[in-house]
């Protein structure tokens, strides 16, 4: 089968999705089958938070396949996560209809606030799900074109680039934050009320954001695996190691660089328009620079160029802060630096290479034995 | 050179070694900041020939190479490969692709793939993205793979981490990346530099078994390897021919004897 061949020696990614299928199978249940009163049902909020971890593992994903196997360090990304989440977000906008707060159909209730009286024309459409969801990977990828064409083409890489991604997501920032842009400027856009005509506050609508979120978390990760296995995966890590002897080669360098930059942005876009209905508001915030930096840190911290790496590394960093931001809220920041710092000393290939140590240790001590 | 001309027709981008020649340097000169790195250089190398090239450090050597694949343009001069393609008018992979493959001295491999996937990633054919995400390799490529492997003689390395070669297998792999990319020419550049007597030798067989399906131009400065390859030897000095001839004959040639002992 398709997926067997995909996931044939990579048995860090079999695990990690048999795993995930378990979760995704018992967590639901345990949620909407078993009474509140026993100790065994997993709260919604608890659905609801793993459900935005499952879309954090995708966004790391994402990154992990231009970072681990591209080589090109994206301090970006958030702003590709965010735009997707934008996008969700006017969609969700429009099914609140006249439910808002001054009752008007057509407006949402910012644009009333700043005395609007018709739609943007770049509103226009976000009423239809199946256009919002084009957008969710078009926005992204387009943005990631454009800038990718740009950059590529001219070779910036290494350091620069990093910091022309940094720059963008940052600019962006700044822009979304203005209100005359469109999109709720600081406040963002919230207070949804549903999602294809079901409730937002529904625990079924809530298992079925989780589930899709864990479903999309999977087609990512086969889809990035594909790609990875193929000649163009291949391609892909000779850029990495010796990008002037793969143009040597006869290579078009900068055409592999932007088809796999959009790719990947397509992919943190989808993640984005996920992980908004599940935490309910979208805004400025997301596109802080500090943002992209911490998704670099999770894929570090997983591995990089192992992409289960990624995904362990995005739940793993992620639990951690909601266990210590609950705890010692001031703390949190000062953590995440220093592991960041020993993670690079200790474990340059991080915690799917201190398995994939492990394997080969143990592989030789049976060896031995034998 | 003058007597075929007018009875061929000017056939772009076909290879055209009908008068021997596969390669044709004539009157080239080079200056670079007044420096002339190569003066008035005239050769001519023939199909299927295993020519060496030696000369003092900034003979022209390097710079010879350069302008035969493009990567830096004479400022008079003519080359030809074959009758009809005008090196001076081509870009370095318009170059690479009609047939001139070039070995820089530092091998670089690489180093995450498999030895066989280097061959792969390095073979001629579509390389567009689209096109890669789907290839797969067919049987003739697989029998080009596996034939290289056997020429480079590193078949039992096929799923060896290329990183993971000693430095002359690194040299050799390299060599099999520009072999399957079927050039009819090779500028091979000092392969034996850092190599042991052992590697040393199998490269000189290497490269013998080479010739006569292929051209090949070596750039060495180890005498004892020149010797124990060469039928033909040309010696640069400031960036004209010094000498040409057998081994034997250069290496007693008053003006070359004079130039890497005297002065």
């Known amino acids: 089968m398709l997926m067997s061949q995909i996931l044939k020696n990579d048995r860090g990614g079999q695990i990690m999705l048999a795993v995930l299928a378990a979760v995704l199978i018992v967590v639901p249940i345990l949620n909407l089958a078993v009474a509140d009163t026993s100790p065994l049902h997993v709260p919604t909020y608890l659905v609801t938070l793993m459900g935005k971890y499952l879309t954090y593992a995708l966004l790391a994903v994402a990154v992990d396949l231009v970072w681990g196997y591209l080589g090109i360090l994206s301090l970006g990304h958030g702003a590709f996560f965010a735009l997707g989440g934008y996008a969700m977000g006017m969609y969700l906008m429009r099914q609140i209809g006249d439910r808002g707060v001054y009752g008007n159909a057509e407006l949402p209730d910012f644009m009333v606030f700043l005395n609007w009286k018709e739609l943007p024309w770049f509103w226009q459409g976000f009423d239809m799900f199946w256009f919002a969801m084009l957008m969710v990977l078009f926005v992204p990828g387009l943005l990631a074109f454009v800038f990718g064409w740009l950059a590529f083409r001219s070779r910036v890489t290494g350091v620069y680039l990093s910091i022309m991604t940094q720059a963008m997501t940052y600019a962006l920032m700044w822009a979304f934050l203005r209100n005359e842009m469109g999109f709720g400027g600081n406040n963002g856009l919230t207070d949804f009320k549903d999602l294809l005509g079901f409730s937002l506050q529904s625990d079924y609508t809530r298992v079925a954001l989780f589930i899709g979120s864990g479903l999309a978390l999977a087609i990512g990760y086969l889809l990035c695996r594909y790609v990875i296995n193929s000649k163009l995966g291949r391609i892909t890590v000779a850029i990495r190691d010796a990008e002037s002897r793969t143009r040597f080669v006869g290579y078009k360098v900068e055409n592999y660089k932007v088809w796999i930059f959009t790719f990947s942005a397509m992919l943190a876009g989808v993640a984005g328009a996920l992980y908004v209905p599940q935490v309910g508001i979208i805004n400025p915030s997301e596109f802080s620079p500090l943002n992209s930096i911490e998704i670099v840190i999770w894929v570090a911290m997983g591995g990089r160029a192992t992409l289960y790496g990624a995904v362990l590394g995005a739940i793993l960093v992620n639990y951690a802060k909601t266990l210590f931001t609950g705890l010692m809220p001031e703390s949190w920041l000062f953590m995440l630096g220093a592991l960041f710092v020993l993670v690079t000393l200790y474990l340059p290939r991080g915690l799917a290479g201190v398995w994939a140590g492990l394997k080969i240790s143990f592989g030789r001590k049976r060896e031995v034995a034998a | ?263």
């Open chain 2, 1 to 263: 050179m003058s007597e075929g001309e007018g009875a061929h027709f000017y056939r772009e981008g076909a290879l055209d070694t009908s008068h021997k020649a596969i390669l044709y340097l004539e009157g080239l000169n080079v200056s670079f900041d007044g420096f002339k790195a190569i003066n008035d250089l005239n050769l001519y190398i023939d199909a299927g020939e295993l020519r060496c090239i030696i000369g003092p450090n900034g003979a022209g050597k390097t710079t010879m190479m350069d302008i035969i694949t493009g990567k830096t343009k004479p400022d008079s001069g003519k080359a030809f490969f074959g009758q009809t393609i005008d090196l001076l008018k081509l870009s370095e992979p318009e170059i690479a692709n009609a047939g001139i493959g070039r070995k820089f001295q530092k091998p670089t491999v690489f180093e995450s793939h498999s030895v066989a996937e280097n061959l792969e990633l390095a073979m001629k054919g579509d390389k567009r993205v689209w096109f890669s995400l789907r290839a797969k390799l067919n049987a003739e490529q697989q029998a080009l793979i596996d034939e290289t492997l056997q020429t480079i003689g590193l078949t039992e390395h096929y799923h060896k981490q290329a990183g993971a070669l000693s430095h002359g297998q690194k040299q050799w792999l390299e060599i099999g990346m520009l072999l399957v990319q079927k050039p009819y020419l090779l500028l091979v550049d000092e392969p034996v530099a850092g190599m042991t007597h052992q590697e040393m030798d199998r490269t000189a067989e290497l490269l013998k078994s080479l010739a006569g399906k292929h051209s090949v131009v070596v750039v060495e400065h180890d005498m004892e390897f020149v010797r124990s390859i060469a039928n033909k030897v040309t010696v640069l000095h400031q960036g004209s021919v010094l000498a040409e001839g057998s081994m034997d004959e250069v290496q007693q040639n008053p003006r070359v004897v004079e130039v890497y002992l005297g002065e």
